[in-house]
């Protein structure tokens, strides 16, 4: 396999990390991204952060002509495959939108490896698809239960790539379920970077405490976790990033298709994800309760022993890191535009 490994939504949250991962492992990123949810800006953030002239494409992962160019004019070895929407409300008002993108994207990503004679695929697929899980840790092989829109284009996606692994052992696929992403990166130069007010919870609290939004609403006080709020496997980005890079290694020695969790291995409450942000920023977050939201689940985190044991991965940072790590990108701006 060669080195340039393309990364699609590379200029996203998740991708940028994976680019700048890739560049500290010897890789060659090149990004393919449509700026549907990032800004140009991230790029040369990138350029300065890992030294290298790292390539863009700007185009849509559903541009048949756009990617058939990418893969003629890149010598690329391996694909990323990061591109794609992802709030989960937006899902549900919009599901042509998710299928066309989540689904057809990848559909037309697989028909141009397949033309290009490249096989080595990593793609991000998410906890979602367990929905409400029976039991906790949450294996691999627990049953899929999507709960949303969003959930079920990332389980549609899992089976047609298992699917292409078990028809033809030129792909080698790595489908890798994350559970909660957050944090930034260690030097504070690239982050998440969310338009409009946050969907997710760390990125939230970098702009109460910024004060550009007044208070956290906690869905549910009555969840049957120990604080009565809702437990996640808070994932620094990093580790994320650095799984991407282990799981390519892993590829070069496999075959087919394989599903792996990344996550801490662990959950942490709403309480302790306020609590922890509050020590790394030194400011109060004003907080208050509101009714549980359909669809949300009491607690989920990941059984990772399977991703260890198969690629050596471990994610090592906590909570604590992840805070102080988004909150020193909140206090370098937070946003690579304006
Ligand atoms: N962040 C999370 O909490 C999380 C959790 C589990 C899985 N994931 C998955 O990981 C991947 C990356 O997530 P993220 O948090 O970095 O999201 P993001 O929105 O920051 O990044 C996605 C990138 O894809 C680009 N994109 C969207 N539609 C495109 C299209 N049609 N053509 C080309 N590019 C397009 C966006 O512009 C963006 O840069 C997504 O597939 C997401 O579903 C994310």
């Not at 992962?61 to 990323?80: C, N």
């Not at 840790?137 to 047609?160: C, H, I, M, N």
Request: glycine fraction near 12%; aromatic fraction near 8%; charge should be neutral.
């Amino acid at each position: 396999m060669g080195s340039t490994v393309l990364v699609t939504g590379g200029a996203g949250y998740v991708g940028s990390h994976v680019v700048a991962a890739l560049a500290a492992a010897g890789r060659d990123p090149v990004i393919l991204d449509n700026y549907a949810n990032s800004e140009a800006g991230v790029v040369d953030r990138l350029r300065v952060l890992t030294g290298k002239s790292i390539d863009v494409v700007e185009a849509d992962i559903r541009d048949v002509e756009a990617l058939r160019r990418t893969f003629h004019d890149h010598p690329i070895g391996a694909v990323i495959h990061c591109a794609g929407l992802k709030a989960v409300g937006e899902g549900e008002t919009r599901p042509l939108a998710y299928y066309d993108v989540n689904v057809g994207g990848t559909f037309t990503l697989a028909e141009v490896m397949g033309e290009a004679g490249v096989g080595t695929l990593v793609f991000s697929s998410s906890a979602s698809v367990y929905g409400q899980p029976d039991s906790l840790p949450v294996p691999e092989s627990a049953p899929l239960r999507p709960q949303g829109v969003y959930g079920r284009t990332k389980r549609t996606v899992e089976d047609f790539l298992r699917d292409l692994g078990r028809a033809n052992p030129n792909w080698r696929i790595a489908i890798l379920r994350y559970f909660n992403p957050a944090g930034a990166h260690p030097s504070g130069r690239i982050g998440e970077a969310p338009r409009g007010r946050p969907d997710n919870l760390v990125p939230l609290l970098c702009r109460i405490a910024s004060g550009e939004f007044a208070e956290l609403l906690i869905y549910g006080s009555d969840w049957p976790t120990p604080d009565g709020t809702g437990v996640r496997d808070y994932l620094h980005v990093e580790d994320l990033a650095r799984g991407h890079v282990a799981a390519l290694e892993h590829l070069a020695g496999a075959q087919g298709a394989l599903t792996l969790n990344l996550g801490m291995g662990r959950g942490a409450s709403v309480l302790e994800v306020v609590a922890a942000f509050e020590r790394a920023c030194g400011r109060r977050i004003a907080k208050s309760f509101a009714p549980r939201r359909a669809g949300d689940v009491a607690a989920s985190y990941a059984d990772p022993s399977l991703a260890e044991r198969t690629l050596g991965w471990r994610a090592r940072r906590d909570v604590d890191i992840i805070c102080a790590d988004a909150w020193r990108w909140q206090l370098n701006g937070g946003r690579y535009t304006r």
